[in-house]
């Protein structure tokens, strides 16, 4: 399949520090990693995946998120 968007992947502290990120740009693939017990303590993370550029407003853009 032809990749249509290109994507951002931010992953947010409870603080609201973005503690790690990724950019695609015409990639299919984007991997973040962090320890929260290193420095951000416990509480809420936040996942936020954007589009950065569609083929157009119909395209309907297709993600999965896995975490350990």
């Given at each position: ?17 973005c ?8 990639k299919?693939?984007?991997v ?5 017990t290193l ?10 995946v954007k ?13 999965g998120?896995?975490?350990?």
């Amino acid at each position: 399949d032809m990749l249509i968007a290109d994507l951002t992947l931010s992953v947010y502290a409870p603080v609201g520090e973005c503690v790690a990120s990724a950019m695609s740009f015409g990639k299919n693939l984007l991997v973040v990693e962090f320890d929260p017990t290193l420095h951000y303590g416990p509480g809420t993370y936040i996942i936020e995946v954007k589009v950065q550029e569609e083929a157009d407003d119909e395209t309907t853009v297709n993600f999965g998120l896995a975490w350990r």
